[in-house]
């Protein structure tokens, strides 16, 4: 089976720096995803490790480690939009599907 | 290019009734999975639909069933609707089988059994 563990709530300053942890346990591997989800809207597509290290997009990187199975999802320069749920998810093996954490939501305060 | 376009946007029934929704996938895009997220949750594969057919299925009942037609397009069909059932039922398309595997998401159809 597939588990994933992230916290359940984060609250960050605008402008701040923050991370949110993914732990797994997983019977195969492919890569750990992230994704973003405001209230009411769509899961979006954040960034993806498919090997060990760190992937930056904007303002926005991602950390794997498969020795540790862990990852992060590292917000810099925090806004009040980036407000949202973070999902962190893998892909079942053999398949083309996602297991999804619970998410963690995350509020920027001034 | 239109994302991922998903209908109806809400819906309500009672219990012991039936349900069809719709997802037309992103252009381009062959493959259509549904999940279902409830409250406060992340997202729970129900089944994907490739071709066609379905390939692959998460943990739910016979109660769930779908359909992919030859434009792409997928309906998800719930029967004997439960209390439970009530749920953000969400569409993710992809083109087939990428490293990366990145879902596009619509915006979800919410159900609320009554």
């Known amino acids: 089976g597939q588990s994933l563990e992230q916290p359940s709530e984060v609250t960050a300053v605008e402008g701040a720096i923050v991370q949110i942890n993914c732990t797994y346990q997983t019977s195969g591997f492919y890569g750990l995803s992230w994704y973003q989800q405001h209230d009411g809207g769509a899961p979006t597509f954040l960034s993806y490790?498919?090997?060990?290290g760190l992937e930056e997009t904007g303002r926005f990187s991602s950390f794997l480690s498969r020795s540790d199975s862990y990852g992060y999802l590292l917000l810099q320069e925090l806004q009040m939009k980036d407000s949202a749920s973070y999902f962190c998810a893998v892909r079942d093996p053999g398949a083309n599907n996602l297991f999804f954490g619970t998410g963690t939501r995350l509020t920027v305060i001034p | 290019d239109a994302g991922v376009t998903q209908s109806p946007t809400h819906l309500i029934k009672t219990r012991g009734q039936q349900v069809t929704l719709r997802c037309s996938p992103k252009?381009?895009?062959?493959?259509v999975s549904w999940y279902q997220q409830a409250l406060g949750q992340g997202p729970q594969f129900i089944f994907q639909?490739?071709?066609?057919?379905?390939?692959q299925r998460g943990n739910f009942p016979d109660r769930f069933s779908g359909h992919q037609f030859p434009n792409y397009s997928s309906e998800l069909n719930v029967n004997a609707l439960l209390l439970g059932d009530s749920a953000l039922y969400l569409c993710a398309s992809s083109l087939g089988w990428q490293e990366k595997n990145i879902q596009y998401f619509g915006a979800g159809t919410r159900l609320s059994v009554l």
């Open positions: 490790n498919g090997l060990d």
């Open positions: 639909y490739y071709e066609e057919e379905e390939r």
């Open positions: 252009s381009g895009h062959d493959t």
